[in-house]
Nanobody
Framework: QVQLVESGGGLVQPGGSLRLSCAAS????????MGWYRQAPGKQRELVAG???????NYADFVKGRFTISRDNAKNTLYLQMNSLKPEDMAVYYC????????WGQGTQVTVSS
């Protein structure tokens, strides 16, 4: 019922920044917990950060102090501001719900390389 389209990935040097966006179609985006996930080659998909419907956030330890998740419910859009990027952040980044998830989108590739 909710379609998810991620964008904003690309190539960045170590220490650089990117801002990812997730556009959600559907009537009830603002009601749900949303998260950013990532999957690197050969690894399991993992939760990077999450945000509740009223703006409370949580982060994986490996991104605390570097990434910021936010949402604009009026625009049905989720964001991830990524600063101080490291090579180990290289992955495909996805957005989705938490316990309640829709179909995964295509994700957006983040490449961190010098």
């Amino acid at each position: 019922q909710v379609q998810l389209v991620e964008s904003g990935g690309g190539l960045v040097q170590p220490g650089g920044s990117l801002r990812l966006s997730c556009a959600a179609s559907g009537s009830f985006f603002s009601m749900y917990y949303m998260g950013w996930y990532r999957q690197a080659p050969g690894k399991q998909r993992e939760l990077v950060a999450g945000i509740t419907s009223d703006g409370r956030t949580n982060y994986a330890d490996f991104v605390k102090g570097r990434f910021t998740i936010s949402r604009d419910n009026a625009k049905n859009t989720l964001y991830l501001q990524m600063n101080s990027l490291k090579p180990e952040d290289m992955a495909v980044y996805y957005c989705n719900g938490g316990s309640y998830r829709g179909t995964w989108g295509q994700g957006t590739q983040v490449t961190v390389s010098s």
